[in-house]
């Protein structure tokens, strides 16, 4: 899947979102083990937004090994919807970015998430906050080159991290009142 395909079904899902009052609230979810080279990505990407933007619609947790740990920031936010990033073992070339399909993750299509660095695997999680706040949970995955202990992001994942939190901002951050740093 090719670098649009992720952003334009990110498109759709906010697109398709029943909003009542004005701009869809946003989660966005950064996973990954800051330890592990590569497996720091989504840990990455939000450190970034976070950085540059500050919109009343769009929240941005750096949620570390352990996101469960941030259900109740997001419970309080009342997001319409939540979009995990993280590192993914997709068979593809490092740094590619992919919408990832829950059933693919559960088929074992996609590896990395059941046993993974989490403590909690991420669809249990993703099943969790759907049923709760009612609305869709999404996951952008990045693969990795290399996630060795020690290790700092690879080049080709930095690229990746940067090319995509631009684009998440981009495409989220287009809320009224977003200030972009």
């Known amino acids: ?8 079904q990110l498109r759709q899902t906010v697109a398709g979102l029943r909003v009542i009052n004005g701009q869809p609230h946003v989660t966005l979810v950064g996973i990954g083990h800051e330890l592990r080279g590569d497996d720091a990505a989504g840990v990455a990407v939000t450190r970034l937004i976070n950085q540059w933007v500050h919109s009343p619609s769009l929240q941005v947790i750096e949620a570390g090994a352990a ?4 259900c109740g920031l997001i419970f309080r936010f009342r997001p319409d919807l939540v979009l995990f990033v993280d590192a993914a073992q997709m068979g593809a070339e490092p740094g590619t970015v992919r919408w990832l399909d829950w059933d693919l993750i559960k088929s074992g299509d996609v590896v990395g998430f059941n046993a993974s660095t989490h403590t909690l695997p991420l669809q249990i999680l993703a099943n969790y906050l759907t049923v709760e706040l009612g609305c869709p949970v999404g996951l952008l995955g990045i ?8 290790d700092s992001l690879s ?4 690229l990746a991290v940067e090319a995509t939190a631009r684009a998440l901002v981009d495409l989220l951050s287009v809320a009224e009142g977003a200030a972009v740093s």
Do not use: F, H, R, Y
């Open 67 to 70: 996101p469960e740990n941030c």
């Open 1 to 8: 899947m090719s670098e649009k395909l992720w952003q334009e």
């Open 155 to 158: 080049p080709v994942v930095t």
């Open 143 to 150: 693969q990795p080159a290399d996630i060795s202990m020690g």
